[in-house]
């Protein structure tokens, strides 16, 4: 089946601002997520969406495909859905997500997002292991994962809760990739939003608690942050500049 990769990116940010074009080792961070998601070699087409001409610019110079849209969508799923409907992309039943601030994005975790569409699921998404000690960081979202698996919940709090505190709990982190079937897709962005997506501030929770199965390729690494914050994206500097000095050695 072939798949599209598209990666959502918008100008503005809060705690970041201007964050798609701030360089990461001499590149702009969203050169920085094509790139990475070119070199996985999984997509048969890849398209930046962006509600900016200044994003598509770069992106286009670089060589790369871009696709403005509206500005006033809430959610990358939406985003990216206003991209899929457009006559030229009708070909593609399957479609992959990477937000825009996972530079160092798993290659597991985008394989394995795909997988989970081939074996079925509407919609397919990753998670990777997380140390106990970071369970409480709000920036860090949780998600169970039940013995089909498939998602249960995504949260921002600690969940499984360790009620008696005795350890051993096993937390996963979710990885900010998603798997969509043209159709659920579509569904995903016709819903009405759900209070929990609002109070969690997570996008999933709706397709989620309206019944579309999410399916959750889990691997056994810890996932590298997103880039949200200045701390973030130092780093992400520290981190790329080693893993170049590992590949030219």
Not at 155 to 169: E, K, L, N, T, Y
Request: hydrophobic content about 45%.
């Amino acid at each position: 089946m072939p798949v599209l990769g598209v990666i959502p990116a918008r100008l503005g940010s809060s705690r970041l601002p201007r964050k798609p074009l701030r360089l990461l080792a001499g590149e702009p961070l969203i050169l920085r997520v094509v790139h990475r998601l070119a070199e996985f070699a999984v997509c048969d087409r890849i398209v930046v969406a962006t509600d900016a001409e200044e994003i598509a610019a770069v992106v286009r110079a670089a060589g790369f495909e871009a696709a403005l849209t509206a500005a006033s969508h809430d959610t990358g799923t939406e985003r990216v859905a206003e991209v899929v409907a457009r006559r030229e992309y009708a070909p593609f039943e399957f479609i992959l997500n990477i937000q825009g601030d996972e530079p160092l994005v798993a290659a597991a975790a985008v394989r394995g997002t795909l997988d989970r569409l081939q074996l079925g699921d509407p919609i397919g998404t990753a998670a990777g292991v997380l140390d106990p000690t970071l369970v409480r960081d709000p920036s860090r979202v949780k998600v169970v994962v039940g013995p089909t698996g498939r998602a249960v919940y995504f949260s921002r709090a600690p969940i499984p809760f360790d009620r008696d505190g005795r350890g051993g709990a096993v937390y996963h982190q979710h990885v900010g990739v998603y798997g969509y079937t043209r159709e659920a897709l579509a569904r995903w962005v016709a819903l009405p939003p759900v209070p929990e997506e609002r109070w969690e501030r997570l996008e999933q929770l709706r397709p989620l608690l309206y019944g579309i199965p999410i399916g959750v390729a889990r691997f056994d690494e810890a996932p590298a942050p997103g880039v949200d914050t200045p701390a973030d994206l130092e780093w992400a500097e520290q981190a790329l500049a080693r893993q170049l000095r590992e590949v030219s050695s």
